[in-house]
Structures are given as C-alpha cells and as structure tokens.
C-alpha cells in the first residue's frame, strides 16, 4: 500500500510537476433529493446494452454484488418446493412505467411471450417448461429438469407492458436485451424516452429520465441520464478528463490511469472484477493457421501472462486460471517460433482495445507472428462479425469481445463460449465438452460437484486451446468529482442510487467548476 501511495506521489511529479492533491469530499454537497435539473452523460464501451436494460428493466430477481450474485426485485422471496418447482411471492404495489398495474397476471402474460422467443444463449429455453398462477401476487415456475443458472437467467427475464408486447413480443435470440423502442414499457428506475439499444442495434445516444411509477421511492436520485453508444475512446477521454459537463462516467484504459488522476474535472476508481477480455480463435476458418490445434496451443504458450499483467494491464489484474501456465506449457522455444514463425492473423477490435493488443503484437512478435488490425468504435460491429461467421466464414482470424459478469459471479460467460450450437461459440464436435456442459447445467452454483465440473471445463477449453487467453481485469473508471456513486465490478452499475452534488455541472449552471475543486483527488484504493 505505501509503495502504491509513492508510485501516486511519483507520477504526479513526473507527469503534472505538482504535488498538491486533496481527499474526495463530495459527500458532504450532496443534493439529498431528487433534482429536476439533475443529468449525468455516461460511456460504457462494452455492452452498453446490458447497462441500459437493468435501469430501463426489472425481472423476479436482479443482479447484486453480493455471495449470490442476486437479489430479490419484482418478488419479494420464493421457495423451493422441488428440484423443478419454485414458487416466488411477487411484490405489491409495483406499476409499469405507464402506470398500469403489475401482478401474476403480467408475469405469465410475460412468460408466455418469452416462451415463443426465448434468449438461447443458456439453457432455459430447453429447461423451463411452464409458469403457473397461484394467487394474484404468486406464481410458480416449473422446469423440465432440475437447473443450476434459475435465478441468473431470471435476473434476464425482464417484464413489459401490454403495449410493448402488442408491438414488439418478447425478442430473445443470442443477447435477449430487449429493448427496441423507446417509451414507458418496463418496470425499472428509468424510462427510456429517446432512442433505441439492443445487442446488434443501436442509437449513437439513448437517453432515460426518472421513472415517477417506481416501486423503491427512494430511488432514482437522478433526473436524467444520456448514454452514449458509440464514442472513440481518444474523444470519450478528452471529453471526461478535461470537458467540464460532457462525460460524467467511463470505463478507462489502464495507460489512462494518471491523466484521470491529473483530470481537473474527472476522479480515478478502480476496482477488481470479474470481467474477461475474450478473444476468439475463428475456428471454422479451415485456411486459417489457427485451425490447428498446435498453432493454438503455440500462441498462448507464447503469451506470458505476468508480463501482460505487469506492463499491458498495469497490475491492473489477476492472472486468468482459464490460462496456460508455464508448467502447462510443454512446447519448447525452438519448436515456438518453428510453428509460429512467419504466421500472419486478422485481428477484429474495438479501438478503445487497441492498447491491448499492442502488448500482444509485442509479444507474438517475438516468435515471428503478425497482427493485421479490422479496428472500428462500434462493439455491434464486432457482434455482427461473430454471428456472421455461423453463416459465411469471415476473414477474422482472432476476435476480441469485452465480456462481463453479467450473471454475477458466475463462470458462465466465460463457459457459453464451449458449448456446441450456441450463438456465441465456435466449437464443434468436442463430445468431452458437450458432456461437460449438460452436466454443468444441472448443478447449483453451492453443489460440491459444481466446483469439479468448473475445473474439468476449464481443463478441457486449455487442452483444446480454444481461446487466446488473457489475464483477468480489474475495472478502472474516470468519474466526475460531483458525481458520488460506488461503481460495481460486474456487468451492472446501479445508476439508479447515484447522487450529485451541488458543485455538478448539471445543477450549478454556468458558473465555472471552483478552481480548489480543480485540484488533483487521490484515489480510494490509494487510502
């Protein structure tokens, strides 16, 4: 910890030739209730569609920072009273957003929407059988088979009102975050009143105001909230480092760390997550090198995990269990570079990845491989790029995907790239990880057997070399200094119990941001 507080002192010299900093203090300006002038403008480059339909969306249960994963939402507890039966109390009182009543009746009137068009990339399509009516706030879910991921798919399972499902059903396919127009249809904190967001379309901004019908009346704290969709990252920094009122909230690269620091507008936090960078291995490119087998296990031997750590990441990390280790790796150097020597890859990213990779390219270098970049801002380029390639082979060798906890603390995201048939994979005819997986299903997360199923998974995706592994991010944001918010390190930032103060662009005006405030704020995990 002293060391991290030196290297903070150090930077600041030899990067701003300052020392002066202050303690985050923006706790005690903080606009208690809910001011109609509130607004904040936030960038999340990866999935943005996942953040905006847990403020705009509610389901049985939502996702949570905590052992679980989960708590309750729409029901208040369930019980369950089989391995395929689960009942679930709803909560009363709760109204759409066009402030129709929501009941048993909207639940099942829900199910049997999502029934006809379910999401696919889990098993609950092939899992849940049927949703019953008990009383006017209680139902019970019935399955086909027993099914560990129950209450993390039903934290994807949101509710609308008659009128979306008139207009749009329920829509799950390969992302299921169904939200194709903009208007009073869900449940959730917000309504999203401009714009449009799913997985493979998009608005460049989408913008939610207030939802006055919402069940918890302490929330949401802040009037407004605008989205951006598509943002360069070099724009997006500019615009939270040094754009007083344009960008209150993004995800940073790690190399951005001491300029957020620096920012006189933006504050640093950066926490440990569960997220992944995914990269793909196109493995129905039959003329690609890494078809084979060998070529895989050769790069990702080639890749050393803790320099990536070290200098890419920035210590901003763990180490990936998911990787190979260096035991593991029983290649020899002469017989690296002889099957990686002169080989030329297709790269598809994000720009705002683009830092990333150029500790990869660095790497692979080293044994004679070459990168050749497909770069765009644009993430649904890069979901139109996999799911292309179920059709037409695409010329991407390597693919990278931001990929988020967004079942909470569950290995899932990084499983449903192993499983045959399913939108987000590659693999095919590995019997061993079919069996694998359909065990997998079936286990709760708290079952002993969960745990082995995990490891022989893992075991059996590094034999087969079937992604590029990468060490684990932490998450690192630049926030405004007037916006007082605890970020989460999963696939869901609880907007809703964000506050801002009265020195907040959006509620002070346009007086200039007080130059003490200006001054440099050393970061929590620096304390």
């Known amino acids: ?52 339909s847990r403020l705009v969306n509610e389901g049985l249960v939502r996702l949570a920072e905590n052992e679980q994963g989960w708590e309750y939402s729409l029901s208040t507890h369930s019980i369950k009273l089989s391995p395929i039966v689960y009942e679930f109390e709803l909560r009363r009182g709760v109204r759409f957003q066009d402030g129709t009543l929501f009941n048993a009746d909207s639940v099942i009137h829900n199910f049997a929407y999502f029934l006809k068009q379910p999401f696919n990339y889990t098993d609950i399509h092939h899992s849940l059988k049927s949703v019953e009516k008990v009383s006017e706030y209680k139902i019970r879910l019935h399955l086909s088979k027993p099914y560990g991921m129950l209450f993390r798919d039903l934290a994807r399972i949101y509710f609308y009102s008659e009128a979306y499902l008139q207009k749009y059903g329920w829509g799950g396919a390969e992302t299921g975050a169904n939200i194709k127009a903009s208007g009073p249809y869900g449940l959730g904190p917000y309504i999203l009143v401009e714009g449009m967001i799913t997985g493979r379309i998009q608005t460049p901004i989408v913008i939610l105001e207030a939802n006055p019908y919402y069940w918890d009346k302490e929330y949401p704290s ?83 995990q803790q320099n990536l750590l070290n200098f890419t990441y920035k210590k901003e990390g763990t180490l990936n269990p998911h990787a190979l280790t260096s035991k593991e790796c029983t290649m020899s150097e002469q017989k690296l570079r002889t099957l990686l020597q002169g080989i030329e890859l297709n790269v598809a990213t994000q720009d705002s990845l683009m830092f990333l990779w150029k500790g990869i390219e660095y790497q692979l270098a080293e044994y004679g491989v070459s990168l050749h970049y497909q770069i765009t801002s644009s993430e649904k380029e890069i979901y139109n790029l996999v799911q292309k390639n179920h059709k037409i082979t695409q010329s991407w060798d390597m693919l990278i995907q931001g990929t988020q906890d967004y079942y909470g603390r569950h290995p899932w995201p990084i499983f449903i790239r192993y499983q045959e048939h399913n939108p987000w994979s590659f693999v095919h005819g590995d019997v061993v990880m079919k069996k694998l997986i359909e065990q997998f299903f079936l286990v709760e997360q708290n079952d002993p057997q969960f745990a082995i199923l995990c490891d022989k998974i893992k075991a059996r995706a ?26 989460l390190g999963i696939g869901m930032q609880p907007f809703w119990k964000a506050k801002v103060t009265t020195e907040h662009w959006s509620i002070r005006g346009n007086k200039p941001y007080p130059k003490d405030l200006q001054i440099p704020i050393l970061p929590k995990h620096l304390l």
């Open 1 to 52: 910890m002293k060391y991290s507080v030196l290297f903070f002192f150090l930077s600041i010299f030899l990067c701003a030739e300052v020392l002066e900093y202050r303690i985050d203090n923006s706790q005690g300006r903080i606009v208690e209730t809910k001011d109609k002038r509130s607004h904040i403008n936030v960038f999340l480059p990866s999935m943005p569609y996942n953040y905006v």
């Open 222 to 304: 802040i009037q407004k909230i605008t989205f951006y969709t598509e943002l360069e990252s070099q724009k997006a920094l500019e615009m939270t480092l040094f754009q007083d009122g344009k960008l209150d909230f993004m995800q940073i690269p790690f190399n951005k760390k001491i300029e957020s620091m620096l920012s006189p507008y933006a504050k640093l936090v950066a926490m440990p997550s569960s997220n992944n960078f995914t990269i793909y291995f196109n493995l129905v490119k039959k003329s690609s090198p890494i078809y084979h087998k060998e070529i895989r296990q050769a790069l990702n031997c080639a890749l050393n």
């Open 462 to 487: 590094k034999e087969e070399a079937y992604m590029l592994f990468l060490p684990i991010p932490n998450v690192v944001f630049a926030m405004n200094k007037e916006l007082v918010f605890e970020p």
